[in-house]
């Protein structure tokens, strides 16, 4: 099954991001209400909503709440982290009144050149859906994870530019996305509940988001330096020590 999946007219803002950003919505820094406008959080229909109760850890959560079918999906950090490589997390619960129309997830945001797509989206019943190809917006199912809803599972994804490799992963489950192609940079990477099935009819869309968080990851080449540089370190020290 392929569905089709566009970002439309939503772009991340070309100013930088500050970066890395972790973030559990708590207060003082989020108030309750419209997720957007806050620390540079964007999301222009206000369908994502700073909460308390029902949060992974803290307090407060983000609750994205639609029974149209034709919400605006995209909640993330506006800006452009202008990184090579970065792995998205966030905690997503499902709950058990949405409808299997909507998937829950993450979307990479990439350079404004590129023609890639990187999205990884689970349902309440756990099927997991992804983008089917680079340069591709459709969607497909590729897995599916046992039924999630009513709690929290943690959705990754994962790309690198330079190696043009995109990986992601549902409740510990590791799914491969298609490689890159022309993408020379990474901008944001957004929350997203998307209505997969395209109804408008009995549709109901409901989560919670929590624990995000947005950040470069080592390239190969510098964790092998850093494993030398810690391997060099503890053998001085036992050698302090004889």
């Given at each position: 099954?392929?569905?089709?999946?566009?970002?439309g007219?939503?772009?991340?803002?070309?100013?930088?991001?500050?970066?890395?950003?972790?973030?559990?919505?708590?207060?003082?820094?989020y108030?309750?209400?419209?997720?957007?406008?806050?620390?540079?959080?964007?999301?222009?229909?206000?369908?994502?909503?700073?909460?308390?109760?029902?949060?992974?850890?803290?307090?407060?959560?983000?609750?994205?709440?639609?029974?149209?079918?034709v919400?605006?999906?995209w909640?993330?950090p506006?800006?452009?982290?202008?990184?090579?490589?970065?792995?998205?997390?966030?905690?997503?619960?499902?709950?058990?009144?949405?409808?299997?129309?909507?998937?829950f997830g993450?979307?990479?945001?990439?350079?404004?050149?590129?023609?890639?797509?990187?999205?990884?989206?689970?349902?309440?019943?756990?099927?997991?859906?992804?983008?089917?190809?680079?340069?591709?917006?459709?969607?497909?199912?590729?897995?599916?994870?046992?039924?999630?809803?009513?709690?929290?599972?943690?959705?990754?994804?994962?790309?690198?530019?330079?190696?043009?490799?995109?990986?992601?992963?549902?409740?510990g489950?590791?799914?491969?996305?298609?490689?890159?192609?022309?993408?020379?940079?990474?901008?944001?990477?957004?929350?997203?509940?998307?209505?997969?099935?395209?109804?408008?009819?009995?549709?109901?869309g409901?989560?919670r988001?929590?624990?995000?968080?947005?950040?470069?990851?080592?390239?190969?080449?510098?964790?092998l330096?850093?494993?030398?540089?810690?391997?060099?370190?503890?053998?001085?020290?036992?050698?302090?020590?004889?």
């Amino acid at each position: 099954m392929k569905i089709q999946f566009t970002l439309g007219v939503f772009v991340a803002a070309a100013s930088a991001l500050a970066f890395p950003v972790n973030t559990s919505f708590e207060a003082p820094g989020y108030s309750l209400g419209t997720l957007d406008g806050q620390n540079n959080w964007q999301n222009v229909t206000g369908n994502y909503q700073v909460v308390s109760g029902g949060a992974r850890t803290g307090t407060q959560a983000v609750s994205f709440n639609d029974n149209t079918g034709v919400a605006i999906p995209w909640a993330g950090p506006a800006g452009d982290a202008a990184t090579t490589n970065a792995r998205g997390s966030v905690w997503v619960n499902v709950l058990g009144n949405s409808s299997l129309d909507y998937g829950f997830g993450l979307d990479v945001i990439y350079d404004g050149l590129s023609l890639d797509y990187s999205t990884v989206l689970v349902r309440r019943d756990g099927a997991v859906f992804v983008t089917s190809g680079s340069q591709n917006p459709n969607l497909a199912q590729v897995g599916n994870v046992g039924a999630i809803f009513d709690q929290y599972v943690n959705v990754t994804v994962t790309t690198d530019a330079v190696t043009k490799a995109v990986s992601a992963s549902v409740n510990g489950v590791n799914f491969a996305l298609p490689s890159l192609t022309n993408t020379g940079s990474i901008r944001s990477i957004y929350m997203t509940s998307f209505n997969i099935s395209g109804s408008t009819t009995a549709v109901s869309g409901q989560a919670r988001f929590d624990d995000y968080s947005f950040e470069a990851v080592p390239e190969p080449g510098t964790m092998l330096v850093l494993s030398a540089l810690g391997a060099g370190m503890l053998a001085r020290r036992k050698a302090r020590r004889s």
